[in-house]
């Protein structure tokens, strides 16, 4: 297998470079499969370049220049990658907006990247659009994609909006092919292509700049560390507004030649898992617990014999679960064989990930227990880091050498340092090019070349542990310094703990908000005739009260003195994007939490004097 291990081995082509000849390479080959009304549409290389092309001529019809900026909101769909790809032949600058964001975040977005075109996915994003337009002077057109509804709109609305259709089908007559070749034969490796929005969690988010030049450095360190090759699959759900699901979606499958799959809906990703099988799979830690927690739901829902089988395959095989498989002796194989035959493969199936060659979890912090938990399975689930500024991923276990709670080494291509501070500092083409108008944090975050990365890490072995974001470190009143991710993680670790946010800064010890996992804690009270109607009358309860001070206690026993939670408030509702608790992206804004829930904060350190 042919494995690209550095940016050289690349053609020194950009992106949209990249497609055409791809186009050129591989015509007949599928690279898009789109699920529709339960029907999997393939499209080949050929089609690909194509559509692209089509709709980056629509764009040059209605008036869009190389160096315009493109913006999409849209859950991931083909025409996520045409539009974005098309606005990329023209030369023009793809920007993504979270299609869960309210109005206020959209109007933010697309005012402050200064959009000229705005592709929606439908009458709900138009809507956002609309009501912000008298915020966003700069934007000329509105591109719809699922037209139902528009009729509805009156017609001084309606002559802002196009269909998507419409674009690609001007485009096809529109003859500006010469325009579009000209545009791919100025474009550069250091031209801009991409701006990827920060997830705001501590601030108004900032536009990350990625070149062509960033998005080719940064393959070669995926390719080699995952062992990809033109074979791999990949089912596209995560929001390709965050710079992983690009990573995976288009930087490497248009280098690589492999194929991504769009299902219909982000509520059916299981289903679409099961039927596509993809030799690769992304999650971020939430989907991860959340799998967790469904498995704990259908082991609960079993019969006792079953579940017996479960837990016994769970601690027979656990020592497995950071071992590589060619030193497992014979004993231990027909151990798992036994265990996978018997209990796994079902959970593997339950999960759609039976075919799965590398999963990858990343984004966030995940508690190591439901790591252990997955490669316990069988699943080969591997910890990755990187940032919106690395362009993606930049460290990550070997598939045969994974430590259960690093993110691993670096990848090929990636210079990397420590700083005294504690803090990592990477360098490498990957680096980003800038945060869009605002060169005052773009001087803060590269310095001489190295992206500082704000979080602290220890280096143990050639693999990298990630310690926590250098601004969360908390130091009680006592002097001591605490992690709080380690102590969140180790609480989340628990199939009824969805959310947990430690308070310790400054106070005598630490306590925590607790959000519970509704429908893991759900099925524990059916099980027991426990009465609720609604999420705040089941937390109220004060069984489930006493479920949670077990899973904390035995979070705790994980932790030092220091570190446990000592007292914790049981939120009564679920944290909320709407109500700015949490980014597009589910991190927590601490700083809103902790304004939000003062009182709530307050009276558990009163009622510990």
Known sequence: MAVLTHAGTLPELTLPQMLRERARRDAQRVAIRQKEFGIWKPYTWAQYYERANHFAQGLVALGMAPGGHLGVISENRIEWVLAQMGASLLGAVTVGVYPTSPTSEVAYVVGHADIDVVVCEDQEQVDKVLEARAQLPRLRRIIMVETKGLRDYPPEQRALISSFDDVERLGAQAGHQGLIEDALARQRLDDIGLMIYTSGSTGKPKGAMISWRNMRGVVPGI????????????????????????????????????????????????????????????????????????????????????????????????????????????AERARFACAYWLVFRALQNFCGLRKVRVALTGAAPIAPEVVRFFRTLGVPLIEVYGLTESSGMVTGHRLHDVVVGTVGPVTAGVEHRVADNGELQIRGEMVFAGYYKSPEATAQTIVDGWLHTGDVVREEGGQIRIVDRLKDIMITAGGKNLTPSEIENAMKASPYVKECIVIADGRKFVSALVQIEFDTVAKWAEARRIAFTHFRSLVETPEVRQLIEDEVAKGNARLAQVAQVRRFHLLTKELDHDDGEVTATMKVRRASIYKAYAAEIEALYRAAA
Request: a neutral charge.
């Open 223 to 330: 390719v080699d560390r995952l062992a990809l090759d033109a074979d791999a699959s990949h089912l596209s759900y995560l929001p390709l507004c965050h710079v992983a699901e690009q990573m995976l979606t288009t930087f490497v499958p248009i280098y690589l030649g492999s194929q991504v799959n769009f299902g219909e809906s982000i509520r059916t990703v299981q289903e679409d898992l099961r039927e596509v099988a993809p030799s690769m799979f992304l999650g971020v830690p939430r989907i991860w617990e959340k799998l967790h927690a469904s498995i704990s739901i259908k082991m609960q829902e079993t019969g006792a014999l079953r579940r017996a089988l479960f837990e016994r395959a769970l601690r027979a095989c656990a020592p497995l679960a950071q071992l590589p498989r060619d030193r497992w002796s014979l």
